[in-house]
């Protein structure tokens, strides 16, 4: 095998391949990354069971073949070369010479042919607008679980219905969900498909095809293989999808009530990170919502304390409760607009308390975001 590339192209392609590679894998093959030269050029992948990304580019190849060879030491190297054109070949005793300028690297060959096979995906699939998908990921991502406890908590639900992909995420203490338009095609029906993907892999399609137009989803396989795969451009990502039931979290969603409050997203934000900072990590944060705005108060060790109140509108009665100032951040910040409503739902059991609904403050349109955030118990 003998190839020329471009330094850029190579170096931006080795490292999207190895990106959803894990830092540590038990067997060293996985640690790989594929690379085919072939008379329409350059391929590269990587694969480890659960996920793969593939990639193809140009190249000027003067000898065919395949090798493989550890993926984050090239991806290291080809981000550090000099600016001038990368030749790879293998050599006679068959190690890999790497030449860019007056750098040359030998790296050791990795067997080929104990490397699995990359997914193929054969199956239905739609478009989804890649920048509603990668902040829609974004927006509901991080209220996954990360305790592999309980698998299925740690992944987003996807669900095709009709002309609506829905994310859907929760660890059990909140639930965030999210729509963005879908186009099935030729094979568009009310016949609704769900794909339950772990978090991590999503979160890196949001990153890398934030800004490519539109995204093919592919939904292929069966029994303990069903896979997802993300393809735009020239590059594709698959997962293995995690099995088990997602549970029914969209009937906790209620109609929206009258009992809300509308605040300023920034000014409660940056209240909440003030406040906070006398908290033990775990502690609740005190809300008093009343006409006059809302009022913040924190109690936390060594007899710190503080205290602020930010302007806020409020529908229906005053209101004291507890919550996670962390996991309401992170509902702010996926919020995406001027202004936040924060509903107050009720419950028919008196001794439960009742979640809040944290939506964009919009008018007129549907909200595509709702983030349901269940309070915590104050003991004061």
Not at 25 to 51: C, R
Not at 197 to 224: M, N, W, Y
């Amino acid at each position: 095998m003998k190839f020329h590339v471009n330094r850029d192209v190579f170096s931006e392609a080795v490292s999207f391949v190895v990106k959803l590679l894990p830092q540590r894998n038990p067997q060293p093959i996985l640690a790989g990354v594929l690379i085919e030269a072939s008379d329409e050029g350059l391929s590269l992948a990587a694969f480890d069971y659960e996920a793969s990304a593939r990639t193809t580019i140009e190249a000027t190849v003067d000898e065919p073949g395949t090798i493989l060879v550890h993926g984050r030491l090239l991806s290291e190297i080809a981000s550090r070369l000099p600016n001038a054109p990368i030749q790879i070949e293998v050599t006679d005793d068959g190690g890999i010479l790497l030449t860019c300028g007056s750098a040359r690297f030998t790296l050791a060959s990795m067997p080929v042919q104990e490397y699995p096979a990359i997914p193929e995906v054969s199956g239905e699939s739609g478009l989804v607008p890649a920048d509603d998908f990668a902040t829609a990921i974004a927006q509901v991502a991080f209220a996954a679980s990360r305790d592999d406890v309980t698998p299925v908590l740690t992944g987003v639900q996807l669900e095709v219905a009709g002309t609506s992909l829905s994310l859907v995420a929760t660890d059990r203490y909140r639930v965030a969900l999210r729509d963005v338009p879908w186009d099935g095609g030729s094979v568009a029906g009310d016949e609704s498909t769900t794909a339950l993907v772990p978090a991590r892999t999503l979160t890196e399609v949001g990153k890398t095809f934030a800004h490519t137009g539109d995204i093919q989803v592919s939904f292929s396989g069966s029994g303990d293989r069903e896979i997802i795969a993300f393809t735009s451009g020239n590059k594709t990502v698959t997962s293995l999808l995690i099995k088990g039931n997602f549970p029914p979290v969209r009937r906790l969603f209620p109609e929206q009530t009258d009992h809300y409050a509308v605040v300023n997203t920034a000014d409660l934000q940056e209240a909440v990170r003030r406040v906070a900072l006398v908290l033990d990590r775990s502690a609740p944060l005190r809300f008093t919502f009343t006409e006059d705005g809302v009022s913040m108060d924190a109690a936390g060790t060594e007899q710190a304390r503080a205290t602020e109140s930010v302007d806020a509108t409020l529908a229906g009665d005053d209101v004291t409760l507890g919550l996670n100032p962390q996991y309401l951040l992170e509902a702010l910040g996926a919020v995406k607009s001027e202004f936040a409503r924060i509903t107050f739902t009720s419950s028919d059991n008196a001794n439960k308390l009742s979640p809040v609904l944290i939506t964009p403050q919009t008018s007129g349109t549907p909200e595509s975001f709702k983030y349901l955030l269940q309070p915590n118990l104050l003991l004061r």
